[in-house]
C-alpha cells in the first residue's frame, strides 16, 4: 500500500520509477520543476480554505497521473494503491492533468519553424471507444467500431512536431484537420488527393492501377517510401505503450486531446 511517504520514495528510485510509469527518473525531476510554479497557485487557494489533499503533494499527483497513464486501470484500483477513496482519485487527476498538458502540450509554432526541416511525415492513428451518443459518426468502417483519430506530423528522427485535434471515426484521414507546413511531405495511400491540395510536394506511394499490376521499378519506390514513413509507425508504437491510448478508451470525448497531447509531450522529452 502506498501512501505519502511510500509515493515519495518510489520517485527517489530510479529504476522502480522508470518501470512502473515509463518516464526516467531525470525527465520526473524536469516535469516536478516546470510544474512547481503552477502547483504554488493551487496550494495557495488550498490553504486558504479546506483540507490537505488527501493523494499528497505535487510528486504524489504526477506520479499518480503517470501510473493511471501508462496502465490505464480503474480509479478503484488506484483507490486501494493510494489508501483513498475513488472520488479523490478523481478530483486529484482533474487537478493535475492540466498543468501537465500545459507544460507538455507540443507547440508547433516553435518547432515548425526550424530552417533544418526538410522532410515531414504525417499520419493518422484510430483508437476504439465506447459507443457514444452520435453512433454514426464515430463509425469506422476500417476498424468496424467506433473510434476516434488522431494526426500527427514527425520529422525523420521521430519527434513530434504537431498533434491535431481528436476527430470522429468516420472522418476520412485526408480531410485536413489544420493547414500543413510547406515542406515536402511523406504520406500513406490513405491521403491520396493531397497532392492536389497542398502547395509543397506531396510524396504518395503509387497506387496499382485497375486489373493492372505494379512493375518492379515502381514496387522498389513504394518499399522505399515504407522504409522512410516507418518512423510514424515507431511513434505510435512508443504512444501505444501508455495503455490509455491503447485499450478502449472509456473516459470523456473532451479530455482526450489534453491526454494525447501529455503523452506525446513524455514521449518527446524521451528522445
Not at 11 to 24: H, P, Y
Not at 200 to 221: C, H, Y
Amino acid at each position: 500500500m502506498l501512501k505519502n511517504k511510500a509515493c515519495y520514495e518510489i520517485s527517489r528510485i530510479e529504476i522502480r520509477l522508470q518501470r512502473i510509469t515509463g518516464v526516467k527518473y531525470e525527465n520526473f525531476q524536469k516535469f516536478v520543476s516546470r510544474l512547481n510554479r503552477s502547483w504554488r497557485a493551487v496550494q495557495r487557494r488550498k490553504l486558504v480554505v479546506g483540507r490537505p489533499y488527501g493523494v499528497g503533494d505535487l510528486r504524489e499527483h504526477l506520479l499518480l497521473l503517470l501510473i493511471y497513464y501508462r496502465t490505464y486501470t480503474t480509479h478503484l484500483f488506484l483507490a486501494q494503491i493510494f489508501k483513498v477513496d475513488e472520488t479523490t482519485i478523481c478530483r486529484a487527476i482533474r487537478r493535475i492533468a492540466p498543468l501537465a498538458e500545459r507544460i507538455l502540450k507540443i507547440r508547433p509554432e516553435k518547432l515548425l519553424s526550424e530552417n533544418d526541416l526538410q522532410l515531414l511525415i504525417v499520419d493518422a492513428t484510430e483508437q476504439r471507444i465506447e459507443r457514444p451518443k452520435n453512433q454514426r459518426d464515430y463509425y469506422s468502417g476500417k476498424k468496424h467500431a467506433h473510434t476516434i483519430k488522431t494526426e500527427i506530423i514527425t520529422d525523420l528522427k521521430g519527434r513530434i512536431l504537431r498533434v491535431s485535434k481528436p476527430y470522429e471515426g468516420r472522418v476520412h484521414d485526408f480531410n485536413p484537420r489544420a493547414p500543413l507546413p510547406a515542406v515536402p511531405i511523406l504520406a500513406d495511400s490513405g491521403y491520396q488527393g493531397l497532392q492536389n491540395e497542398h502547395s509543397a510536394r506531396v510524396i504518395l506511394p503509387k497506387k496499382k492501377p485497375k486489373n493492372g499490376s505494379l512493375g518492379d521499378i515502381e514496387k522498389a519506390e513504394n518499399k522505399k517510401l515504407s522504409r522512410r514513413r516507418i518512423v510514424t509507425e515507431h511513434v505510435f508504437a512508443h504512444l501505444k505503450k501508455w495503455r490509455l491510448l491503447a485499450d478502449r478508451y472509456r473516459g470523456r470525448l473532451t479530455d482526450y486531446a489534453q491526454i494525447f497531447q501529455t503523452i506525446a509531450g513524455i514521449y518527446n522529452l524521451s528522445l
